[in-house]
């Protein structure tokens, strides 16, 4: 069996409203809450299971998109208003990457969280 990642726990100020917003921008699938989180289902295989923390350190996500679910997501991205950029050191630029042949872009969610969308996997030798 392959191993797969299950969940993780995404810290945020406030896990619902945190959940709605990722439901909204992926398209994914808010489940509901369940105890002290709220769970999102990303794929067949994972959930972000928000939960609330007063102090936490921002974490990165990198989310593999097709280019339909790209245009789609950057579009969101735009007409939000959300701050964008090439680069994880570089999250206002307003432009978009092309690495390994794709597109990529970074962003901030409403906890700080620095979120990247790509199409195309990255080469490591």
């Known amino acids: 069996m392959e191993i797969t990642l299950n969940h993780t726990i995404v810290p945020a100020h406030d896990h619902v409203a945190s959940a709605r917003f990722y439901e909204n921008l992926f398209d994914f699938e808010f489940v509901k809450e369940w105890g002290h989180f709220a769970v999102v289902k990303v794929n067949s295989t994972l959930t972000l299971d928000f939960c609330n923390r007063e102090k936490f ?28 950029g090439s680069e ?34 990255y080469i490591i030798d």
Do not use: C, W
């Open 57 to 84: 350190s921002s974490i990165h996500y990198a989310f593999k998109v097709s280019d339909e679910q790209f245009d789609r997501i950057f579009g969101r991205i735009q007409n939000s208003g959300i701050v964008y």
């Open 88 to 121: 994880p050191y570089d999250l206002e630029n307003g432009q978009i990457n092309h690495k390994y042949g794709g597109r990529g872009v970074y962003f901030k969610d409403p906890n700080g969280h620095v979120l990247e969308i790509i199409t195309a996997d």
